[in-house]
Structure formats: C-alpha cells, structure tokens
C-alpha cells in the first residue's frame, strides 16, 4: 500500500537517541516508515511496539520478531503496553498528521480534491463520521468546530448555513458541503479555507484533540528516567498542548514549585523546535507545517 515518506525521518529518530536493546513505541504506524528506521538502529534485544487504530495501516505489518503492530487508539498507550506486559519503554515517537495514504484514497474523505461521501474516520469501525458532525450537530456545536479547530473567523456565519442548508436536504458528499459553503470560499484563498474546514471536521471526527491529551499525560508513567519522546505536530492547537505540557506537565496553569522554588514536572526538552528544510518541503509539500519537539524524562 503506497504511503508517502515519512516527515523529518532522521530527526525524528535521532530524536530518540536510541539503545541497541532498548523498548520503543512509534504510536502513528502509518506505512511504517518512523518503525522501519527505528528497527534498523535496535539489536537483537531490541523492541519495538506500533499503534495505528487504521485498519488499512495493518497491510503495512513489518515481520520482525522485534516488532508488535496494536490496532488501537494510541490514547490507549498504557494499557495496551500493559497487556504485553510492558511497564516502561525507553522511546515514544508520534507523528500527528494524516497519513498520505488517507488523504489519496478517495473513498476516506480525507481529501479536499476528491467528490466522496462525508467520512473523515481514521477508525473505520468508528460510529461518528464527517456526516454525522455535519448533519446532526447543533449550530452552537458546529460553531465550535470550526472556530476552535478550523481556528475560522466566518464560523458562526458558516454553522449557519450549513443548518439552512441541511434542513432543505442532508449534506452526504464533499461536493455539496463546498456548495453549501461556496460563499465563504473566495476564489484566491479558496483551498487554504477548505483546509481549515476539513482540518476542524477532521479533528471533532476523530477526537485528536482529546487522544492527544491522554497520550501526553500518559508518557511521564510509562517512559523510564531519561527516555525520550519525539513528537511532530503539523498545526498550532496539537503543537501548544506538546510545547506545554513539555514545559510544564499540564495543559493550563502553572506547575507547583519544590522547597528551592523549582517548578516540578515529569519532562525536559532536548534542543530547540526542529522544523524541515526547504529540500525536505520540496520534496514532500506535506512537510512544510511540520514541527518536531523532543523531551526527556527526568
């Protein structure tokens, strides 16, 4: 199954500073890229366990003794860990963004170029899709969306319409939703506004904020003192919760201070934020809004 390259491979990896016998998790499997790499660097002793809840992602299985694939929400970290009876792991890398596997097949709805039903489910097996969320959510709730995930000025007036529109006949495909909306799409900045429409949809669909949350929060318990994490973001909402909750161990607020008045938290960063290289984004346009941050467990 074609999967494109994976986003700042090498960084991503070094990132990890990886042991020959060490236990890492790569919790966006997607083509396996990240994994590949990572099985490279581990000896024999080495361990490897992916998350990927796509169903598709499966056909990419690496057959590596080293290697375990878990279809499941990476949210669930700990608790998959825990059923094959790992408590600890030295690495966790994620890769936040939609695979180009998802964004090719027309059919997931992924995509802003192709006609296809409204779907937008990384797990298939999921009950909430893009036309649930279009067609089922409140005005109110549908505002939300599109302002605090599509981070979309015209939202209230977008909810709107989509409403008025909905009452007249369900909105089933990507081509209806852009003609309920034509109005908001001008004709140079069209394509970035039907990003940031999909990106907001695509976010509720899946929940990515919430998973992310639960990832974040896990990773101090499951990786050992000096583990690494090594994360890449592709949009400013999922690349602030990281950067925070690096800094300080939680989302909001400010961490308590220890009797010297040091503030206490479960991780620090590793160098600066790591972004592609022009090379790398003309090679790979997807790459251009990508952000690595690395941390360590204290």
Same mark, same amino acid.
Do not use: C
């Given at each position: 199954?074609?999967? $494109?390259? &994976? ?10 500073? =990886?042991?020959?016998?060490? =236990? ?7 083509? #396996? #890229?990240?994994?590949?790499? =990572?099985?490279?660097?581990?000896? &024999? ?55 180009? $596997? @998802? ?52 939202? &209230? ?38 990003? @940031? ?37 592709? $949009? ?18 400010? &961490? ?14 590793? #160098? ?6 022009? @090379? ?19």
């Amino acid at each position: 199954m074609e999967y $494109h390259n &994976p986003v700042l491979l090498r960084e991503t990896v070094e990132g990890l500073n =990886i042991k020959q016998d060490g =236990i890492y998790v790569d919790v966006t499997f997607g083509g #396996g #890229g990240h994994s590949k790499e =990572i099985l490279k660097q581990l000896g &024999p002793k080495g361990k490897l366990y992916a998350f990927d809840q796509d169903q598709d992602a499966l056909l990419n299985t690496i057959d590596d003794s080293r290697f375990t694939l878990i279809n499941e929400n990476f949210k669930f970290l700990k608790r998959f860990l825990r059923f094959y009876g790992v408590k600890e792991v030295d690495g966790i890398l994620a890769d936040f963004g939609v695979s180009s $596997h @998802q964004f090719d097949v027309a059919e997931r709805g992924f995509s802003t170029r192709f006609e296809a039903n409204l779907d937008m489910r990384m797990n298939q097996n999921s009950a909430l899709s893009a036309f649930e969320v279009i067609n089922n959510y409140e005005e109110e709730q549908l505002r939300q969306v599109f302002w605090q995930y599509g981070e979309l000025r015209q939202a &209230p007036a977008m909810a709107r319409v989509i409403v008025e529109e909905r009452s007249k006949s369900k909105i089933k495909t990507s081509e209806q939703l852009k003609t309920a909306l034509k109005r908001f799409l001008q004709h140079k900045k069209e394509n970035k506004v039907l990003a @940031q429409i999909y990106q907001a949809i695509r976010i509720e669909v899946n929940q990515e904020i919430e998973a992310l949350k639960e990832l974040l929060q896990q990773t101090p318990e499951v990786l050992k003192v000096g583990g690494r994490l090594s994360f890449i973001s592709y $949009h400013s909402l999922e690349d602030r919760l990281v950067k925070r909750f690096i800094r300080n161990g939680m989302f909001e607020g400010e &961490p308590e201070r220890d009797v010297f008045g040091n503030y206490k938290v479960p991780l620090k960063k590793i #160098g600066g934020l790591v972004m592609p290289s022009p @090379q790398e984004i003309k090679l790979n346009n997807r790459a251009r809004s990508a952000k690595l941050r690395i941390a360590e467990k204290l």
